[in-house]
């Protein structure tokens, strides 16, 4: 595929213009080393043991990851098939279903996710850098918090000193993080065997580690509520790669096929998000039995590590978990908004100062208070942002493949005046389709943040599936309204 002959200069850079044939050199092997990468993280681990903390037992907090992974998988699959058949990225290819200056809705929206994402990564790393200070200053732990931000001035430095990093190595350019990313996986994976095999041997075997209970049993607190939790958890396990299934363009664009593409992604995904969720569930469970003086398992793995007496254990971890965390940041948190952003206006935001403002609007977001707690996490953070993604992904699969049977016109993706112009550049299908399917899930956010009280239970319901109901009424929504409009689908 060559560079589009006649693109306007306001639609096309270096980043977003098709990847040539021959620099389509991914493997099947590439694509999995990418996801057992990206998916051996923290957040990964804190995923799966907040489900514990939440009062599943461990089959059912790792049965819930996993088959939110597969689920998730599909849509990820189904999206990654236009990058590797036609080489463009996420926004070029929202362009055929929003319009050339529409598609800069989904991928706003797409880069705000990223943006609050590489915030919690850059906070779990500030952490990791603020917990080994303390080893050696034992006065940083006690310090005052700050009004309004709720951290104190330590960890403030810390999370900022962090983030300078993210931003230095974004200065230097993707190719950059290249020797991190090939080292992180093994070493993350490496750190939480390692965690694994101290909990086994602390907890006395896996029996007294996993031996606990569900809390939705007969005779246990939550007795007959599992479905209550279940439903609203799996949403978030989709919600947690949801991201990714939107972007994945960026990543599959370098494919040699589609058989490459999708045999890497269906071996790396879901069977390193298992394996790492169980390591989380494990050595969450075991918490409760190693530590005597706690009443709720310890669900951040940095909270566990900083129990160590060591110190030198307690570096090398936290060190570990910098630059795994670091790699992680930039492959999966800085990649896609930097592109989203670009997108905007491509003559004068490059990959560069994309990245900057994924930096600064991380930052504004306060990621802390997205990890203040476990269900904080999970319901409003994962389930809500799923509400805006579930309907982007019905509606660019519903235009792919049931409208144009995965055909697009590449040089009219790259121009103002072509196929994909709609109206001014706008496609009311889309943007209403998205708008429509994401408003029934308002309620039920604005009850889970405690703007407004609970009044019917169908809002929470139908919050708890935010990404299957968006997806769905998008996705039905989008082919009614390109049946009604029908502009720009003949190529």
Not at 296 to 304: I, N, T
Not at 440 to 448: E, R
Request: proline residues 6%; glycine residues 8%; contains cysteine.
């Amino acid at each position: 595929m060559h560079s589009p002959r006649t693109a306007d200069q306001n639609l096309i850079n270096e980043d977003l213009a098709p990847v040539p044939s021959d620099k389509r050199t991914w493997s099947m092997w590439s694509y999995a080393a990418l996801w057992t990468s990206m998916a051996a993280c923290i957040p990964t681990y804190m995923l799966a043991s907040s489900l514990i903390t939440a009062g599943m037992n461990w089959w059912q907090a790792v049965l819930t990851v996993f088959l939110g992974n597969v689920i998730v998988l599909i849509p990820m699959m189904l999206n990654a098939h236009a990058g590797t058949k036609y080489g463009i990225p996420f926004p070029v290819y929202c362009r055929a279903s929003f319009g050339t200056l529409g598609a800069n809705l989904p991928a706003l929206l797409r880069a705000l996710v990223a943006c609050g994402w590489f915030g919690i990564q850059t906070w779990i790393g500030g952490d990791a850098i603020h917990k080994i200070l303390t080893v050696f200053m034992p006065s940083l732990a006690k310090g005052t918090e700050i009004p309004f931000l709720g951290i104190t001035g330590s960890q403030l430095a810390c999370f900022l000193f962090f983030w300078s990093i993210n931003m230095w190595v974004i200065y230097r350019g993707i190719h950059t993080i290249r020797l991190l990313l090939s080292i992180k996986a093994p070493l993350l994976v490496a750190l939480g065997l390692l965690l694994l095999w101290w909990a086994y041997n602390k907890a006395g075997g896996f029996g007294p580690m996993l031996a606990a209970p569900s809390a939705f049993d007969p005779g246990q607190p939550q007795e007959g509520k599992f479905l209550s939790v279940f439903i609203p958890s799996l949403t978030g396990m989709v919600g947690f790669w949801a991201t990714l299934s939107l972007n994945i363009p960026d990543f599959s664009r370098y494919a040699r096929s589609q058989k490459d593409q999708m045999l890497g992604q269906a071996i790396g995904l879901p069977a390193t998000m298992a394996l790492y969720s169980f390591i989380g569930v494990a050595v969450t469970s075991a918490t409760l039995v190693i530590f005597k003086d706690i009443e709720k398992p310890l669900w951040d793995p940095v909270q566990v590590l900083t129990r160590f007496t060591n110190p030198v254990v307690l570096v090398v971890s936290m060190l570990a978990i910098c630059v795994a965390t670091l790699a992680t940041n930039i492959a999966a948190n800085v990649v896609s908004p930097a592109n989203d952003f670009a997108n905007v206006a491509p003559k004068k935001i490059s990959f560069r100062t994309g990245g900057f403002i994924t930096g600064i609007i991380g930052v504004l977001m306060m990621p802390w208070k997205l990890l203040a707690l476990p269900s904080g996490y999970i319901f409003t953070w994962l389930v809500g942002y799923s509400a805006l993604l579930g309907p982007i992904a019905g509606i660019m699969i519903a235009d792919y493949f049931v409208i144009r049977r995965c055909k697009l016109n590449t040089e009219d993706l790259y121009r103002s005046e072509g196929i994909y112009r709609y109206h001014s550049g706008f496609s009311y299908a889309g943007i209403a389709a998205l708008l429509l399917a994401a408003l029934p899930c308002l309620p039920g956010f604005l009850v889970q943040i405690g703007v407004v009280a609970n009044t019917h239970p169908t809002f929470t319901a139908i919050y708890q599936q935010a990404w299957f109901v968006g997806f769905v009424i998008a996705f039905v929504l989008y082919l009614v309204f390109r049946k009604l409009s029908p502009t720009a689908i003949k190529l």
